[in-house]
């Protein structure tokens, strides 16, 4: 058990677009979700954590105007990129924690955002 | 502040060494959890161990091993007898217990290893 998927895998949207990731946690519940970004050759950075029917708390640094987070239910989180700019184009990932867990973080496959 | 420091980036080996992948963690608090991961060229992160602060005890998984003392505030993973499937880059990470938190992981700049055959 224990699965996370995100869709879509690959997106390539024009400059300026927005463009939305799901991460759905698809065999057990989610209260807490986490959203990384990594650049090419590059560790994964925190963007936010993402707790259901809550606000999402950024990591600073992260524009929460440009990435806006949701997590209306206990298995769906979605990260829309708002006037996507190239800048933007990375490695998005999700991780989600079980309701009820301390420490584990089960990651999604991750989305590869090409923007042109 | 929380900090995870993989000093080696490239690592290139001919199969069948061993190698040590070195991670040091820098935290404050006494409750914590140390991870690693393997993210192979796919991208997805595949995760190989967690430890929690209060047991330093070594371990072994097949090929793998850890070395967790907290006198160094090191947490080594080693590979014994590579493969070529193990060319991948390895991230350490560390969590600390906020509940208020929910625990984010901090990562260290990952280790790219590259096995040789």
């Known amino acids: 058990g224990a699965v996370v998927s995100q869709h879509p895998s690959w997106v390539i949207c024009k400059s300026g677009t927005s463009v939305k990731i799901e991460c759905r946690s698809l065999?057990?519940?989610?209260?807490?979700m986490f959203w990384y970004r990594q650049f090419p050759k590059q560790s994964l950075m925190l963007m936010a954590t993402s707790n259901e029917g809550s606000k999402a708390t950024y990591e600073q640094g992260v524009e929460k105007d440009k990435f806006l987070i949701n997590h209306a239910s206990l298995t769906l989180s979605t990260l829309t990129v708002t006037s996507a700019h190239p800048e933007d184009s990375s490695f998005y990932i999700c991780?989600?924690?079980?309701?009820?867990?301390?420490?584990?973080?089960?990651f999604g496959p991750g989305t590869r955002l090409t923007v042109t | 502040a929380q900090k995870v420091t993989q000093a080696q980036t490239e690592i290139s080996v001919v199969e069948k060494e061993d190698v040590t992948l070195d991670c040091v963690y820098e935290t404050r608090d006494t409750t914590y959890y140390l991870f690693w991961y393997k993210q192979p060229p796919s991208g997805e992160l595949v995760f190989l161990i967690r430890?929690?602060?209060?047991?330093?005890q070594n371990e072994i998984s097949g090929r793998y091993s850890w070395n967790f003392q907290k006198s160094t505030s090191s947490f080594n993973f080693t590979i014994t007898a590579s493969q070529v499937v193990d060319s991948a880059v390895y991230f350490c990470a560390l969590s600390d217990y906020d509940y208020n938190q929910g625990g984010k992981l901090i990562f260290g700049q990952g280790t790219e290893l590259s096995v040789k055959p």
């Open positions: 430890r929690n602060s209060f047991d330093e």
């Open positions: 991780s989600a924690k079980k309701t009820g867990d301390v420490y584990e973080q089960y």
């Open positions: 065999d057990f519940q989610a209260t807490t």
